[in-house]
Nanobody, 115 residues
């Protein structure tokens, strides 16, 4: 079991930046991958970015490629979000995926991009 706690969300104007953090209760290197997902009102949860715990290979949704950067260290996962757009408004969730296919989720942090 692992606890994931997100922070760093907030209100920002279009073009602004935010850095989300996810604190894990144990080393993330015991997991296959860590990721950030988001869910906007009335929409399904969608993948934003993932990073393999070992090796650090990253994967991004087309909608955030070139604007967002995922990174990790021993117990933290980060999402640097630049050039934010109103359509990035959502609750952002941290995810830890095990090698056996189990997913763990944080409680989410709200990101609102407003004009």
């Amino acid at each position: 079991q692992v606890q994931l706690v997100e922070s760093g969300g907030g209100l920002v104007q279009p073009g602004g930046s935010l850095r989300l953090s996810c604190a894990a209760s144990r080393s993330i290197f015991s997991f296959k991958a860590m990721g950030w997902y988001r869910q906007a009102p009335g929409k399904e949860r969608e993948l934003v970015a993932t990073i393999r715990a070992s090796g650090g290979t990253t994967n991004y949704a087309d909608s955030v490629q070139g604007r967002f950067t995922i990174s990790r260290d021993n117990t933290m996962v980060y999402l640097q979000m630049n050039s934010l757009k109103p359509e990035d408004t959502a609750v952002y969730y941290c995810n830890a995926a095990t090698y056996s296919g189990v997913s763990h989720w944080g409680q989410g942090t709200q990101v609102t991009v407003f004009s």
